[in-house]
């Protein structure tokens, strides 16, 4: 009795330490599913941000260095402060213009560096995301063999119907000349908001699915 009961113990205090995943909410203060043109005006917001140069389009500036700047379906902010480094964030926006995703890339590393600093900087954000958003009982592996050869090398932290969460390495074209560099990176995506169907695509198929019935209305 005294054995089965100290198992059940055991038992419950395992499940209570054990940590359960949290899913992805945003970046910062910006939650999935948010508008971009809300969530580029929080940002000006948030950071005081001001026109780098006095001309339409410019890029915006904070005082701390951090660059805002707009492309089509996504907002880029340079210089962007994350753990003890700088980054550069991709936040990306589906076809309803929301906010499903984004990307941290950072510093350049030449290959020379590739066993040190730069898979210090991936092991430290893999540790990070995976306490973050890995699924509990789960094992980090990160194997650096090959990583120069290949343009993206992805460690899965998390996989399923809702979210994506990778870090890993990927090679960038070089700020000068014709040389490439490799940077650490973490991709976040909401897998549902990504793949969500323009909104006059889902009127029309609404309307196509009310169609048969007004017709069944018509014909009583």
């Known amino acids: 009795m005294r054995f089965t009961l100290f198992i059940a113990v055991v038992a419950a205090l395992a499940l209570s ?18 508008p971009k043109d809300l969530a580029k005006k929080k940002l000006e917001t948030e950071y005081n941000m001001r026109r780098k140069f ?3 389009g410019a890029a915006l500036v904070c005082r701390d260095g951090i660059e805002l700047s707009e492309k089509e379906d996504r907002l ?41 600093l730069l898979r210090d900087e991936v092991v430290a954000l893999s540790k990070d995301f995976q306490q973050r958003y890995g ?12 990583v120069k050869e290949r343009a993206e090398t992805h460690f899965p932290i998390r996989e399923d119907e809702n979210f994506t969460v990778v870090t890993g390495v990927a090679r960038r074209k070089a700020q000068w000349g ?43």
């Not at 699924?135 to 090959?146: C, E, V």
């Open 17 to 34: 330490a054990r940590v359960e995943a949290v899913d992805p909410e945003g970046f910062g203060d910006m939650s999935f599913g948010m």
């Open 54 to 56: 006095p001309l339409p």
């Open 76 to 116: 880029y902010l340079e210089g962007y402060p994350y753990g003890s480094g700088k980054y550069r964030v991709t936040l990306y926006f589906n076809r309803n213009g929301k906010f499903y995703g984004y990307m941290l890339e950072g510093a350049p590393y030449g290959e020379g560096e590739v066993e040190g």
């Open 135 to 146: 699924p509990a009982g789960t094992k980090l592996r990160i194997a650096f063999q090959g």
């Open 178 to 220: 014709n040389g490439t560099n490799l940077v650490a990176m973490v991709v976040v995506c909401d897998k549902q908001l990504r793949g969500e169907p323009k909104q006059a695509e889902m009127e029309d198929a609404q309307a196509s699915a009310e169609e048969p019935r007004k017709r069944g209305r018509r014909g009583r």
